[in-house]
Nanobody, 124 residues
């Protein structure tokens, strides 16, 4: 069974940076696309960024484009999310997700495996 474990969340002031990590274990050969989603209180889970295993396809949400960068190290079964120029509206629980499909999707239903989430809080 695939397990995803996020780390790197925390509290930061607006304009600051954080780097999230997500390590996959157990049956990782079935994980192709990986992505990040976030969910703020009272809101639906929303897409942030994703990456195919090859790294060729890397869609981003418009709200984070130019500020966030997704990357992955397949040898370590780890995906990262570098978040720069953080804004208070980026405050949310961030979830790592893994998919059995090659191309990364933008909706939660495209993903088969989920981490437990890590809190990111940006203060103004």
């Amino acid at each position: 069974q695939v397990q995803l474990v996020e780390s790197g969340g925390g509290s930061v002031q607006a304009g600051g940076s954080l780097r999230l990590s997500c390590s996959a274990s157990g049956g990782t050969s079935s994980v192709y696309a990986m992505g990040w989603f976030r969910q703020a209180p009272g809101k639906e889970r929303e897409f942030v960024a994703a990456m195919s295993r090859s790294g060729v396809s890397t869609p981003y949400a418009d709200s984070v484009k130019g500020r966030f960068t997704i990357s992955r190290d397949n040898a370590k079964n780890t995906v990262y999310l570098q978040m720069n120029s953080l804004k208070p509206e980026d405050t949310a629980v961030y979830y790592c997700a893994g998919s059995r499909t090659i191309l990364p999707g933008r909706t939660p239903r495209n993903y088969d495996y989920w981490g437990q989430g890590t809190q990111v809080t940006v203060s103004s």
